[in-house]
C-alpha cells in the first residue's frame, strides 16, 4: 500500500545543508499497523510530512497504492501530534469532523451520516456540538482522529499523537487506536519516539538511526493480535522486544558521529 | 448585574467629572471663543433639529459607512491576495510601504482633481484614509496562519473557497478587527476632512460653517455630535467584534487559565 525507497530529505537554510533523511526504505502492506520509532531529533516527523506530500523529498520517492506521492495525496489522513493546533477553533467538532468531506464534495446527508458515525466511534458521540477549545486534549485528540476516519483515508499517518496527553488517557487513546484499526482495516503507519508504545500497537516496528536518518532495523512483533495494557506489558515477550529496540536506538544515538 | 453596572459607572464616571469641572470653570467665562458649557448645552435643541440631523448628519453617516465599507472590503480582499502569496508580498510590499506612508490628508486635493467635488470624492476620501491599516493587518493576519492548521488543511486537500471561509478569513480575523478599529477611527477623521473643502451639506460641512458665521456654542455643540458620533459607531464596533471573535476570546481564556 505504501512504499517508500531510498528516500532522502535535505533543508537548505542560510547556506548550511542539513540532511535530515539520509536513505529511508520502508513498506507497508494493506491493512498493515507499523510503528516508526527512533531518538528525538531523529526526523521522524520530516518522514512523515513527505509521505504524506506535504513536504518534497530531494530523491527516493514514496508510492501510495503504486502512485507516486507529489502533494497530499487522496486517501491518506494525518493525525497530528498538536491537536490543539490542527482542530479549527472557530469551528464545531461536527464542523470541524465534516470539513474534509465537504472538501470532498459529498452531499450534507451522507457527510452528517460519516460524522456521526466517526464521533461514535471515538466515544464521542455527543461531542458534535461543543468547540474544540471546550474539550480535554484527549477528547480533542480523538476528534482529530475522527475527522480522520470520516475521510475514509487507505492510508493512515499518525505523527506522535499521544505525546501531549497523560499517561492514563494515553493507554485509552492506544487501545482506540487499535480497535479502529480492526474494525476500519485501514493501513496505520503510526511514528512515536515511545518505544513501549511502538511495540505495543505495531505488527512491525521500524527502528530508526539517529541524524543523519537511516532504518537500522525492520522488527515484526509476534505478540498475539489480542492486546491489553495489562497482561501485554507484562508478556515476557513484549518485554524482550521492548528491551531489543530499546537497545537497538541506544547503540544508534552512541555511534554518532561527533560533528 | 451589579458588577456590569459597576463597569457602566466607572466608564461614565470620568466623563461626568470632566463635564462637571467644565461646566464650572467656564460659568463666569466672558470669551466670545470659550462660551460657558451651559450656553454650549443650550444650542443643541435649535441646532440638532431633526431637519439638521436629516440633512446634515445622515448623508456624513452614510458616506463613512459606505466608504468604510469599501476600505474593508478592499483591504481584506487586497491583505489575503498578497499575505497569501510570497511572490506577490515581495512584489507589493515596497509600494504599500510607500502609500501608507502618505498622510491621507494630503492625498484629498488630488482626489478632488482627479474625481471631483461630489458624494464619490468624499467617499473615496474615506477608503484611501482607512483602508491601510487594514490592508496591511489583513496581510500580516494571513501570513500568521498556524502552520499546523495549513497543514491540516492541505492533507485534506481544501482548497479554494472553502480554504479561504474556513482557513484564511477566521485564523487572520484577529489581526483584520485589529485593522478594522484603526481604520474606523481614521475615516471619522477622513470624513470631516472631505468634508471641509466645496461641500454643501455633512457634520464637517456645518462645523465649519458655525465657525465661519462666529456662531461658536453651535460650533463647539457640532464637536461634541462628532465625539459622540465616535463613540456610538466604536461602541456598535465592539458589539459586531465580540460576535466575530467568540472563539478567539475562549480560546484565549482557556489558555490564560491553563499553567
Known amino acids: 500500500m505504501l512504499e517508500i525507497q531510498g528516500?532522502?530529505?535535505?533543508?537548505?537554510?542560510?547556506?548550511?545543508?542539513?540532511?535530515?533523511?539520509?536513505?529511508?526504505?520502508?513498506?507497508?502492506?494493506?491493512?498493515e499497523i507499523v510503528c516508526v520509532v527512533g531518538p528525538s531529533g531523529c526526523g521522524k516527523t520530516t518522514l512523515l510530512r513527505c509521505i504524506g506530500g506535504l513536504l518534497p523529498t530531494t530523491s527516493g520517492h514514496v508510492r501510495l497504492a503504486g502512485t507516486p506521492v507529489t502533494g497530499p495525496a487522496d486517501g491518506l489522513a494525518i493525525v497530528f501530534q498538536e491537536y490543539g493546533r490542527s482542530l479549527f477553533p472557530w469551528l464545531r467538532v461536527a464542523d470541524n469532523v465534516a470539513l474534509p468531506l465537504r472538501a470532498k464534495g459529498l452531499a450534507k446527508a451522507q457527510r452528517?451520516?460519516?460524522?456521526?458515525?466517526?464521533?461514535?466511534?471515538?466515544n464521542l458521540p455527543d461531542a458534535g456540538h461543543a468547540y474544540p477549545w471546550q474539550l480535554s486534549g484527549g477528547m480533542q485528540q480523538r476528534v482529530a482522529i475522527a475527522r480522520a476516519l470520516a475521510y475514509q483515508p487507505r492510508v493512515l499517518l499518525m505523527d506522535e499523537p499521544f505525546a501531549a496527553v497523560d499517561a492514563q488517557t494515553r493507554a485509552d487513546l492506544e487501545d482506540l487506536v487499535r480497535t479502529l484499526w480492526h474494525t476500519t482495516g485501514v493501513t496505520l503507519l503510526f511514528v512515536t519516539h515511545d518505544i513501549d508504545e511502538a511495540v505495543y500497537l505495531g505488527q512491525r516496528v521500524v527502528v530508526l538511526s539517529s541524524s543523519p536518518t537511516h532504518v537500522v532495523e525492520d522488527l515484526a512483533i509476534d505478540l498475539p493480535d489480542e492486546r491489553d495494557q495489562l497482561s501485554t506489558r507484562s508478556d515476557p515477550r513484549f518485554v524482550e522486544l521492548r528491551t531489543h529496540v530499546y537497545a537497538r536506538i541506544k547503540r544508534t544515538e552512541t555511534a554518532k558521529p561527533v560533528s | 448585574m451589579r458588577r456590569a453596572v459597576g463597569r457602566v459607572a466607572l466608564a461614565l464616571g470620568l466623563p461626568v467629572v470632566l463635564l462637571v469641572v467644565w461646566w464650572f470653570a467656564s460659568a463666569g467665562s466672558q470669551s466670545f471663543y470659550e462660551p460657558p458649557l451651559s450656553r454650549i448645552v443650550a444650542a443643541f435643541p435649535h441646532t440638532w433639529t431633526w431637519a439638521r440631523i436629516r440633512g446634515d448628519i445622515a448623508p456624513s453617516v452614510i458616506r463613512l459607512l459606505i466608504g468604510y465599507g469599501l476600505a474593508l472590503l478592499l483591504?481584506?480582499?487586497?491583505?489575503?491576495?498578497?499575505g497569501a502569496s510570497r511572490w506577490l508580498r515581495s512584489l507589493t510590499e515596497p509600494i504599500l510601504e510607500f502609500l501608507r506612508a502618505i498622510p491621507p490628508p494630503v492625498l484629498v486635493p488630488i482626489l478632488i482633481l482627479i474625481s471631483g467635488l461630489g458624494d464619490r470624492t468624499?467617499?473615496?476620501?474615506?477608503?484611501?484614509?482607512?483602508?491601510?491599516?487594514?490592508?496591511?493587518?489583513?496581510?500580516?493576519?494571513?501570513?500568521?496562519?498556524?502552520e499546523v492548521l495549513a497543514d491540516s488543511c492541505r492533507s485534506y486537500r481544501i482548497h479554494g473557497w472553502l480554504r479561504l471561509r474556513t482557513l484564511l478569513l477566521p485564523a487572520a480575523s484577529p489581526q483584520i478587527v485589529v485593522g478594522a478599529r484603526q481604520a474606523l477611527s481614521i475615516s471619522i477623521i477622513m470624513m470631516v476632512i472631505g468634508e471641509l473643502l466645496g461641500t454643501t451639506n455633512g457634520l464637517g460641512y456645518t462645523v465649519i460653517e458655525f465657525q465661519r458665521g462666529f456662531q461658536i456654542p453651535e460650533m463647539w455643540s457640532g464637536v461634541f455630535v462628532l465625539g459622540l458620533l465616535g463613540v456610538v459607531l466604536t461602541a456598535i464596533f465592539g458589539l459586531l467584534e465580540r460576535r466575530v471573535l467568540r472563539w478567539y476570546h475562549a480560546v484565549r481564556a482557556v489558555e490564560r487559565s491553563r499553567p
Do not use: F, M
Not at chain 1, 452528517?112 to 471515538?122: N, T
Not at chain 2, 467617499?123 to 500568521?144: D, K, M, Q, S, Y
Open chain 2, 122 to 146: 468624499k467617499v473615496l476620501v474615506i477608503t484611501v484614509g482607512g483602508i491601510w491599516p487594514i490592508l496591511l493587518n489583513t496581510v500580516e493576519g494571513v501570513r500568521g496562519v498556524d
Open chain 2, 75 to 82: 483591504g481584506v480582499a487586497i491583505g489575503v491576495a498578497v
Open chain 1, 7 to 31: 528516500l532522502r530529505k535535505v533543508y537548505d537554510g542560510h547556506g548550511r545543508q542539513i540532511e535530515a533523511l539520509r536513505d529511508i526504505t520502508l513498506t507497508v502492506a494493506a491493512g
Open chain 1, 112 to 122: 452528517s451520516r460519516l460524522v456521526a458515525e466517526a464521533l461514535a466511534a471515538v
